[in-house]
């Protein structure tokens, strides 16, 4: 079964989904990752917008700071992009966003299966209570289904955080990446990301995001 795996935070950068999918520790990264079992890359990849926004909460074992979470509540719309994966891969690269041992992810297919399949009939369905375990489906894409997941909580149930100016970076290669968006247009979007907004200037995301893409 193939499905879209859908990121919206620093997994929009294809080096940095492809830790996750071949394994090992990134630059700056704080965690060494299993890698998933089929380690192909995705078979393809497209920009795609999810109705609703990010906001930034709880602490990143990555990266320090607070970690991005999809809100389909939020007003707007949330930058995504969405990989063609298998659903192997996609609860393998799910075992890791929950920190699973990797030895867990055997149990975890029928899991993610059976969530899959309730996700895709009802738009949301639960893993577990932890980060990442709040499995959203929010549409199909050339009659695939597109998965992402999140905390169980909304933005307006949690204390926001800041993330680390290494994450936002990453999160602005990302969207520099997939959707081909100006520095200008991309710090406009993440300054007002709950999380973001009450701790960093405007003009503090906008010199974050041309240093990120004048290094990527």
């Known amino acids: 079964m193939l499905v879209w795996y859908t990121a919206y935070g620093s997994n929009m950068h294809a080096d940095r989904l492809a830790w996750y999918i071949g394994g090992g520790c990134p630059p700056g990264g704080k965690r060494t990752y299993p890698g998933c079992r089929d380690r192909r890359p995705p078979s393809r990849s497209e920009p795609v917008s999810l109705p609703g926004g990010i906001y ?3 602490e990143s074992g990555a990266w320090t700071g607070g970690m991005a979470f999809y809100d389909p509540h939020l007003p707007g719309e949330a930058a995504a992009r969405a990989y063609l994966v298998t659903l192997e ?14 030895g867990d992810t055997d149990e975890l297919i029928p899991a993610t299966g059976a969530a899959v399949d309730a996700a895709v009939a009802t738009g ?3 893993l577990g209570p932890g980060r990442y375990e709040t499995l959203v489906c929010p549409g199909s894409r050339d ?4 998965l992402t997941f999140t905390a169980p909580e909304g933005a307006s149930a949690v204390r926001c955080r800041p993330p680390a100016p290494i994450y936002l970076s990453m999160i602005a290669r990302g969207l520099h990446e997939s959707h081909g968006w100006p520095a200008a247009r991309i710090a406009a979007y ?3 990301r709950p999380g973001v907004a009450d701790a960093w200037p405007p003009d503090a995301v906008a010199a974050l ?8």
């Open 56 to 58: 930034f909460a709880g």
């Open 209 to 216: 995001v041309t240093e990120a893409l004048a290094d990527a």
């Open 89 to 102: 891969q996609f609860t393998d690269i799910a075992a890791q966003e929950m920190y699973r041992p990797a």
């Open 190 to 192: 993440l300054a007002v």
């Open 124 to 126: 949301r369905a639960m």
């Open 143 to 146: 009659g695939v289904p597109m």
